[in-house]
């Protein structure tokens, strides 16, 4: 069965600096990855996610993330971040050929001014 | 295109009482999921369905808990008799094929 870690459960950065969340996965084939993320009572949005092919995902907001084999990772990334991307971020993993997602406990960040 | 379609978005019930909650999933989605999220145990999948059928429901806590799903347009999961242990927040979310899932705003549950 498949796992995610998200060993940070809070994160504060400073308004304009870069960002890094962790990600962690465990699954014996390929994965799908997914970044989700989650504003105070709502619902999860897709950042995005990596199924195949450049291991390097773009995604919306101006976030990306790296899909690394070798570190079984897939941190989410952004260079500059704004007041707005205060938020709690989830990292899922799904099993090829399977339709169920398994979540990651989730990071929540805050952004200092 | 409308998204996920979740009602209530708030229920306050008192332990005992029988709550529904509904969903409305994308059009041409065959997939509907429905989660529980709450601060110890995150986010966890209760039900899915492919197709109006339901495919795994270990993630169902209890008797308690029964979904459906009568057409492709629409399902409901309901808890009776409710405890204040099933405060939460229930989401559905739905996908096409093993693609991305979609979520809806999600349904905040208080059992007094």
């Known amino acids: 069965a498949q796992s995610v870690t998200q060993p940070d459960i809070h994160i504060t950065v400073s308004e304009g600096a870069s960002l890094e969340l962790r990600c962690n996965y465990s699954?014996?084939?390929?994965?799908?990855l997914f970044w989700y993320v989650q504003s105070p009572g709502q619902g999860l949005q897709l950042l995005l996610k990596y199924f195949s092919g450049d291991t390097l995902v773009q995604g919306i907001k101006g976030f990306e993330a790296e899909f690394k084999r070798s570190q079984s990772s897939f941190n989410l990334r952004k260079p500059s971040v704004h007041w707005s991307d205060a938020a709690e971020y989830f990292c899922?993993?799904?099993?090829?050929?399977?339709?169920?997602?398994?979540f990651g406990k989730g990071t929540m960040l805050l952004v200092s001014p | 295109d409308a998204g996920v379609i979740q009602s209530p978005r708030h229920e306050v019930t008192e332990m005992g009482q029988e709550v529904t909650l509904r969903c409305k999933p994308i059009s041409g989605h065959d997939y509907l999921f429905w989660y529980r999220q709450t601060m110890m145990r995150g986010l966890e999948l209760l039900i899915y369905f492919n197709n109006n059928v339901p495919i795994d429901d270990s993630g169902m806590p209890e008797d308690r808990f029964s979904a459906k799903m009568p057409n492709a347009s629409f399902s409901t999961l309901k808890i009776q008799p409710s405890e204040p242990r099933d405060s939460a927040v229930y989401f559905c979310a739905s996908s096409y094929g093993a693609d991305t899932q979609y979520f809806g705003p999600g349904t905040r549950l208080t059992v007094l």
């Open positions: 699954y014996g084939a390929t994965p799908y």
């Open positions: 899922a993993v799904g099993a090829t050929g399977y339709s169920t997602l398994t």
